[in-house]
């Protein structure tokens, strides 16, 4: 498996922003579906925004859209999840994931089941 691992995380009062990253340190993220989940105490883990590498398709849950962004940089080594606008029940700790590109699908991306290769995660929090 890819090793993953993110970075980012802080602390943002409600409205700010925060940059995540997550980056492999041998392979690249190349045609792979990458996505980014999040769970917060005594809540299952949840698909936040997913991406497949090899074609650019995006996917984000509905509370999320509109706000987060999720790309691949240049060198293909690093999955970027800005996240702007910053809500209260955005707290969470954020973890990336990786997959085959095959579950870079509609009904799949967000299943927590469908990734094998997840990173150690790092907490968001956000105060009023």
């Known amino acids: 498996q890819v090793q993953l691992a993110e970075s980012g995380g802080g602390s943002v009062q409600a409205g700010g922003s925060l940059r995540l990253s997550c980056t492999t340190a041998g392979n690249t993220f190349r045609n792979k579906c990458m996505a980014w989940f999040r769970q917060a105490p005594g809540k299952d883990r949840e698909g936040v925004a997913a991406?497949?590498?090899?074609?650019?398709?995006?996917y984000y849950s509905d509370s999320v859209r509109g706000r987060f962004t999720i790309a691949l940089d240049n060198a293909e080594s690093t999955i970027v999840l800005q996240m702007n606008s910053l809500k209260p029940e955005d707290t969470a700790m954020y973890y990336c994931?990786?997959?085959?590109?095959?579950?870079?699908?509609?009904?799949?991306?967000?299943?927590?089941?469908?990734?094998?290769?997840w990173g150690q995660g790092t907490q968001v929090t956000v105060s009023t």
């Open positions: 991406t497949y590498t090899g074609g650019g398709t995006t």
């Open positions: 994931a990786a997959t085959a590109r095959t579950y870079c699908r509609d009904g799949y991306w967000r299943e927590e089941f469908s990734y094998g290769n």
